[in-house]
Structures are given as structure tokens and as C-alpha cells.
């Protein structure tokens, strides 16, 4: 045993619920309650809960928070009103991905980041080497803040109960300020599931009243394992596997969330270059032979040689198929093209398919 | 949570069980591997005539979790494969030592380290957190 593992404010509640708890970035977080599959099956037909307390989160104050984010971000942020939210991502000046991150504008001059977990101390020590000249004040709130996402068709229903109108109201990847049944709480709409949804940030005091609360309104509880399977479906990014330091975005079909018509920021020289000549592409292939592809598995072009390797792979719940995402050599990137994915030593044939594999079903104006 | 171990089964610490009468045995894996694993949904396993020493990979179980190697306790070769259990994968967690068994094997007398459900009960307890 190394390090002891950090536990969210909600521990007590999953252990309540018989969670199978497993080590994940140096978390102590719930992989699943009942089941994966009934877990990703609530939140695709009706409503589930996941504690995601373990995230980062960052505000950006003062004068130059505008500026600042413009120059350490991809996205433009001056696009980005009061009370909306967009997704971005942290490049270095050669272009890899530092992390991927929600950017919440709560108010003039005022920013919420939400960044992944297993990155809090990367990005804080990141942004900072860019303070500075900008008139910015950085505050890592990550430790007092909890985080509850609420997923699903049923989640504006679930969430009318406890916060009124503003669930109805509220537009997709806006954010606002609310009260959850009396306790002040920030709600945008937003997720990671390709659902329509919400997330509910709050005190680590008020955590476990919404949590149960949640769960009284007939939200099921959901462990990282939904979590993933979830995200994967829609093809969203989970850093460490479709993005990294070594991984620009552009193979990682994330080139829309990179503004290089924004002024100069932080790896947008790279980036432009990067543009028009990157060499690997992430793609969305069905195992068509038998097996089922998993991250790491090395990925080779039928005659042999190898092309790259995947990403993340898994039966999808939804789909019923062993699918899988994989980052190859462009000239493999190719709908109905095939390549084998190497399972315990033995190539498997795989076929690219269209990407996403599933179609989120957000609310939209 | 308690996990069955039956005690007419040997365990092995790859969570595999085997069950020897006289030269053949039948193989599978053990309540808590199936409770570890969550929702079984794929089962990889050998053609009948493959030939594994004691130790050996002889397939795997998949979650949409995880994936997990499978291991014989002892060495033979493979008369019979439970298609039922490939077919209708939920058998491995419904009913691990019946209807969820994977192979049977004729004995080559190539066997590694097995444990009594006692001993194999205790490792568990020791892994578990």
C-alpha cells in the first residue's frame, strides 16, 4: 500500500449502497452499485446519478480572466456569455494535450474550470506558469467542492423537483446559479454521457442531501464503470486514452474545440502548422472478428505492419457490439476500411465505422 | 459479502476452480471472480484437443468492465467445452461452479499449486479491501 487513497464526501453514501469501490487516479471512487449494464440502461432510458466529486475545479477572477483563458485555452472564450458553458482544452506550445476542460461563466469577470481528476495538480501548476502580466486570480477550490452528475431523458423531470423551473428553463451548456431544495448550488447543463443532463456543483455539507435526495426521486446510482461505457458510445474523449501530452487535437477529432482565429495562445503556432499536416487519426471500428478490442491492444494493417493502437475498446452496452476507438496512421482513417486489433497475441479483423457511434441526444434549442 | 466456495473444489489464486475425477477434471472460475468481474458478455475458450501445461492461458471472460485471462490449474487436454456458457454468457455469473463451468480436461499429471476451498477462501479475504 503506497499513498492512501482520497474519498470524495459522498464515501459514506456508496458504501450504503454497496458500491464495489476501486482505485482510480488516487481516488477511492464506486465503479459500479448493481451492475454496469443496468447502470448505463438507466441513464440512456431514464435518470442516473454519478459523484464526480473527485474533479477539479479552478476559478479564474479579476480584470484579465477573459484574456487570460484566451491565451491559455483553445477555445474562444469570448464567445462564451454570461451563465454559458463550453468545452476547451490545455495545449502545450508543441500542441499536445495538457488536459481537457469545461469552462463555466458565471458572472463578469468570473470563471468556473472543471478538470479531470488525475490532472488537478498538472493544470493548476500549468495555468499558473501563465499568470504573469494577466491581472488574474487563480483559486483551486478542488477539495471543497462536490460534484453530482444527474444523466438521463428523466434528468430535467428529476431535477424540476428540487430546483423548479430553472431545470426546464436552463438551455443546453448553460449554468446558473440555483437553490436545490434550499442549498445554494451552481447547475449547468451539461455531461459526459451523450445524454441530456445536468451537473450540480455544492458544498461538501450539502453533498449527501442531494445525493439522497437524487436518489428519492427515483435517480439510479451510477460508478465509473456506466461512466465510461457511457462516454464512449458518443466518442467523448476521456484524457489518458483519446487525449495526452502526446496527442494533438486534431488526431483526436477535437479540432473544433481549437479557435486559431482567436489570437495568439498558448501551442497556436503548433497548432496551426498541426492543422493541415498531422499524421495519425482517431477512428471508430466494430471488431468484426471474435473478441473484443481494449485500450492499449496494438492495432496492424492487414499485411502486417503496425498502424497504431487502440484507445479504448468494450462490448457497448447500447449497441451489443464489441467496439472500440483507435488511434492509426491517417491513411487507415478510412469508413469501411479494415485493419486487425492484436487480441492475446492473435490479430482479430476490425472494420472502421462511422464515428460517433452513437448520437447524443442533448436538448437543443 | 461472503463468496461460495464449495468444498469438493480445488482453487487456484488466478480465482479458476477445478474439479478432478479420477484422470479428467472440470474447470471454471470461482463466485468471487464472477461477482469482480461484473456482467459477463464475452467467453473466449479453446477448441476440444488443445493441450495446456499446468498455468497456462487457455482463454478469457470479459466484462464490459475488464477482460481476464483464464488459467488451468493443471495440465491436459481439452474433450469438451461448455458452448452453453459462450452462448448465454450470463451462466458464468448466475451459476459459476454448475451450469457456468468452462472446460473439461483429460489430466496429463502436470498440476500446479491448488488450494482447499479453506486456504483459497483465506487468499480471497486477504485480497479483498
Known amino acids: 500500500m503506497s499513498t492512501p487513497l482520497l474519498r470524495t464526501t459522498l464515501y459514506d453514501d456508496h458504501v450504503r449502497l454497496n458500491a464495489r469501490m476501486v482505485e482510480f487516479g488516487g481516488w477511492e471512487m464506486p ?7 443496468d447502470e448505463h440502461r438507466a441513464v440512456r432510458e431514464r435518470a442516473g446519478i454519478f459523484d464526480v466529486s473527485h474533479m477539479g475545479e479552478f476559478w479564474v ?3 484579465d480572466s477573459l484574456a487570460f483563458l484566451q491565451y491559455v485555452t483553445t477555445a474562444d472564450v469570448s464567445q462564451l456569455g454570461i451563465g454559458q458553458a463550453g468545452y476547451a482544452l490545455f495545449c502545450r506550445p508543441d500542441g499536445g494535450v495538457v488536459d481537457d476542460l469545461f469552462i463555466y461563466h458565471l458572472d463578469v469577470d468570473r470563471y468556473l474550470l472543471v478538470v479531470n481528476a488525475s490532472n488537478i495538480a498538472k493544470d493548476w501548476e500549468w495555468i499558473n506558469q501563465f499568470v504573469g502580466k494577466f491581472s488574474v486570480t487563480l483559486t483551486n477550490e478542488s477539495d471543497a467542492t462536490a460534484l453530482i452528475a444527474l444523466q438521463g431523458p428523466q434528468a430535467e423531470a428529476v431535477l424540476q423537483r428540487h430546483i423548479g423551473q430553472l431545470a426546464i428553463d436552463l438551455p443546453f451548456h448553460g449554468v446558473s446559479n440555483a437553490t436545490f431544495d434550499g442549498k445554494s448550488i451552481i447547475v449547468a447543463r451539461t455531461g459526459y454521457t451523450g445524454e441530456d ?27 465509473l464503470g456506466a461512466r465510461d461505457s457511457l462516454r464512449f458510445e458518443p466518442c467523448l474523449a476521456l484524457y489518458g486514452h483519446e487525449l495526452s501530452d502526446t496527442i494533438n487535437p486534431y488526431e483526436a477529432r477535437l479540432g473544433w474545440a481549437v479557435k486559431l482565429n482567436k489570437g495568439e495562445f498558448v501551442g ?3 497548432l496551426t502548422d498541426l492543422k493541415s499536416n498531422f499524421s495519425r487519426r482517431l477512428v471508430a471500428f466494430e471488431v468484426t472478428g471474435k473478441g473484443i478490442a481494449r485500450g492499449d491492444y496494438p492495432v496492424q494493417a492487414i499485411t502486417g505492419e503496425r498502424i497504431g493502437h487502440v484507445t479504448t475498446g468494450m462490448p457497448s452496452p447500447t449497441l451489443g457490439k464489441p467496439l472500440g476507438l ?3 496512421e491517417r491513411a487507415y ?20 465505422v462511422k464515428y460517433p457511434f452513437y448520437q447524443s441526444r442533448y436538448k437543443r434549442p | 459479502m461472503s463468496f461460495k466456495t464449495p468444498s469438493e473444489l480445488k482453487y487456484i489464486k488466478s480465482h479458476e476452480w477445478i474439479k478432478i475425477e479420477g484422470d479428467t477434471a472440470t474447470i471454471g472460475i470461482s463466485d468471487y471472480a464472477q461477482d469482480s468481474l461484473g456482467d459477463v458478455v464475452y467467453v473466449e475458450l479453446p477448441d476440444v484437443g488443445a493441450r495446456f501445461g499446468a498455468g ?22 481439452v474433450i469438451e467445452v461448455n458452448t452453453a456458457a459462450t452462448e448465454q454468457t450470463d451462466l458464468v455469473n448466475t451459476d459459476p461452479y454448475g451450469n457456468g463451468w468452462l472446460i473439461k480436461i483429460k489430466l496429463s499429471g502436470d498440476q500446479g499449486e491448488l488450494l482447499d476451498a479453506a486456504a483459497y477462501t483465506a487468499f480471497v479475504d486477504s485480497i479483498k479491501h
Open chain 1, 268 to 270: 497556436s503556432q503548433a
Open chain 1, 326 to 328: 483507435a488511434l492509426v
Open chain 2, 56 to 77: 497456462d492461458a487457455f482463454g478469457a471472460v470479459e466484462s464490459v468492465k475488464a477482460s481476464s485471462d483464464l488459467y488451468v490449474p493443471a495440465g491436459g487436454e
Open chain 1, 333 to 352: 482513417a478510412v469508413e469501411g476500411g479494415e485493419f486487425d486489433v492484436i487480441i492475446r497475441e492473435k490479430p482479430v479483423r476490425a472494420v472502421v
Open chain 1, 31 to 37: 465503479v459500479q452499485y448493481t451492475g454496469i449494464i
Open chain 1, 61 to 63: 477572477t479579476g480584470p
Open chain 1, 197 to 223: 443532463g445536468f451537473e450540480v456543483f455544492s458544498s461538501n455539507d450539502d453533498a449527501s442531501a442531494i445525493w439522497q435526495a437524487l436518489i428519492g426521486s427515483s435517480a439510479t446510482a451510477c460508478g
